[in-house]
């Protein structure tokens, strides 16, 4: 089978189609919404609202840049959840619609699974079994990766995700949105041993980032206090210093799973895996523990849909589909 499948992700705030043909990504459009900086996050109605516009001319586009007609499509995919229910409904809603009007079979993608399988985009591929650590703005998770379809989550965040941490942190600090990519971009000239904040440990593979939030936020208002221009003078060493201390609680466990399985193929997915800090980490820890280390491209690693029609792909040559009574699920697991 060489199935040629048009799939669009809407879980959050970029509204995105791609066409994969054979396993070949051909298209991959994103249309990312900048109104939500203003508002210093993600408003959910907004977001909605927002996908509703975009939908049509992003779906135009993928098909127009893969050169593929409506009619040369075998199934379309969409993301079923985790993410905002206003935003996957717009996706799910357009999806259902679009295979209907087509006669298309529909396949429902779990946004975390296709995370993890954007490592199959492009060379060089993980082998099975590897360990996967999903890092975003919602979720933190450790994923044991046995096959394409085969996945089962060893440790997770039992409260806020790292993706959560940086951007809080960053907008404590005083940055613009979104805060994570600029609170990297200036601990790049920071010293990350200036300033030390909790590497919180639980049993197992589990996280915990809600105490070194608070953490953050006791630390910044001590030091204002004393010296109103405290964070402004030492900025940069303010950020390595937060940034050190997320990537080494992310990294403890990460190494722990990975010796307990043995296990020396090692990937990152989802947003926080653009971090060039933890991306220079994971690197580090795969010269001096013998790791092979996967680490998808930049614009892979965001939300979008070629990662949506990867997993469509594996999801096509099983047999797993899904029909009109689908519906979102915000709260979708692994």
Same mark, same amino acid.
């Given at each position: 089978?060489?199935?040629?499948? =048009?799939? /669009?992700?809407?879980?959050?705030?970029?509204?995105?189609?791609?066409?994969?043909?054979?396993?070949?990504?051909?298209?991959? /459009?994103?249309?990312?919404?900048?109104?939500?900086?203003?508002?210093?996050?993600?408003?959910?109605?907004?977001?909605?609202?927002?996908?509703?516009?975009?939908?049509?001319?992003?779906?135009?586009? *993928?098909?127009?840049?893969?050169?593929?007609?409506?009619?040369? =499509?075998?199934?379309?995919?969409?993301?079923?959840?985790?993410?905002?229910?206003?935003?996957?409904?717009?996706?799910?809603?357009?999806?259902?619609?679009?295979?209907?009007?087509?006669?298309?079979?529909?396949?429902?993608?779990?946004?975390?699974?296709?995370?993890?399988?954007?490592?199959?985009?492009?060379?060089?591929?993980?082998?099975? !079994?590897?360990?996967?650590? +999903? &890092?975003?703005?919602?979720?933190?998770?450790?994923?044991?990766?046995?096959?394409?379809?085969?996945?089962?989550?060893?440790?997770?965040?039992?409260?806020?995700?790292?993706?959560?941490?940086?951007?809080?942190?960053?907008?404590? =600090?005083? =940055?613009?949105?979104?805060?994570?990519?600029?609170?990297?971009?200036?601990?790049?000239?920071?010293?990350?041993?200036?300033?030390?904040? !909790?590497?919180?440990?639980?049993?197992?593979?589990?996280?915990?980032?809600?105490?070194?939030?608070?953490?953050?936020?006791?630390?910044?208002?001590?030091?204002?206090?004393?010296?109103?221009?405290?964070?402004?003078?030492?900025?940069?060493?303010?950020?390595?210093? /937060?940034?050190? *201390?997320?990537?080494?609680?992310?990294?403890?466990?990460?190494?722990?799973?990975?010796?307990?399985?043995?296990?020396?193929?090692?990937?990152?997915?989802?947003?926080?895996?653009?971090?060039?800090?933890?991306?220079? +980490?994971?690197?580090?820890?795969?010269?001096?523990?013998?790791?092979?280390?996967? /680490? !998808?491209?930049?614009?892979?690693?965001?939300?979008?849909?070629?990662?949506?029609?990867?997993?469509?792909?594996?999801?096509?040559?099983?047999?797993?589909? +899904?029909?009109?009574?689908?519906?979102?699920?915000?709260?979708?697991? &692994?």
């Amino acid at each position: 089978m060489n199935p040629t499948i =048009l799939a /669009i992700e809407s879980s959050c705030d970029e509204t995105s189609a791609s066409v994969i043909q054979n396993g070949q990504v051909l298209s991959n /459009i994103v249309a990312t919404q900048a109104i939500h900086e203003q508002y210093g996050g993600v408003v959910p109605e907004l977001a909605s609202r927002a996908h509703q516009q975009n939908i049509i001319p992003v779906v135009a586009q *993928a098909l127009q840049k893969a050169n593929i007609a409506k009619s040369e =499509l075998d199934a379309v995919a969409f993301t079923r959840g985790p993410g905002l229910l206003g935003a996957l409904l717009v996706g799910c809603s357009f999806a259902k619609s679009f295979a209907l009007g087509l006669n298309l079979p529909l396949i429902e993608v779990n946004h975390m699974q296709a995370h993890i399988l954007a490592h199959f985009i492009e060379d060089p591929k993980p082998k099975f !079994p590897f360990l996967c650590l +999903t &890092v975003s703005g919602g979720h933190t998770q450790i994923v044991l990766v046995r096959d394409f379809l085969d996945m089962e989550v060893l440790g997770q965040t039992t409260d806020d995700a790292v993706g959560e941490a940086f951007d809080k942190s960053a907008k404590l =600090l005083g =940055l613009p949105y979104p805060g994570g990519p600029m609170l990297d971009k200036l601990a790049a000239s920071g010293n990350p041993d200036r300033f030390q904040f !909790p590497i919180v440990n639980l049993d197992g593979y589990d996280y915990s980032f809600s105490g070194i939030k608070t953490s953050i936020l006791n630390f910044v208002k001590k030091n204002s206090a004393a010296e109103p221009d405290f964070v402004h003078h030492n900025l940069a060493d303010i950020c390595a210093s /937060i940034q050190s *201390a997320l990537i080494q609680t992310l990294m403890k466990k990460l190494v722990l799973a990975a010796k307990d399985l043995g296990i020396k193929e090692i990937a990152i997915a989802g947003g926080v895996s653009a971090n060039s800090g933890l991306r220079a +980490t994971l690197q580090d820890y795969a010269k001096r523990l013998g790791w092979n280390v996967y /680490i !998808p491209g930049f614009e892979y690693c965001t939300d979008n849909a070629a990662m949506i029609a990867m997993a469509a792909h594996f999801q096509y040559l099983a047999g797993d589909f +899904t029909d009109q009574y689908a519906s979102p699920d915000p709260r979708l697991k &692994v």
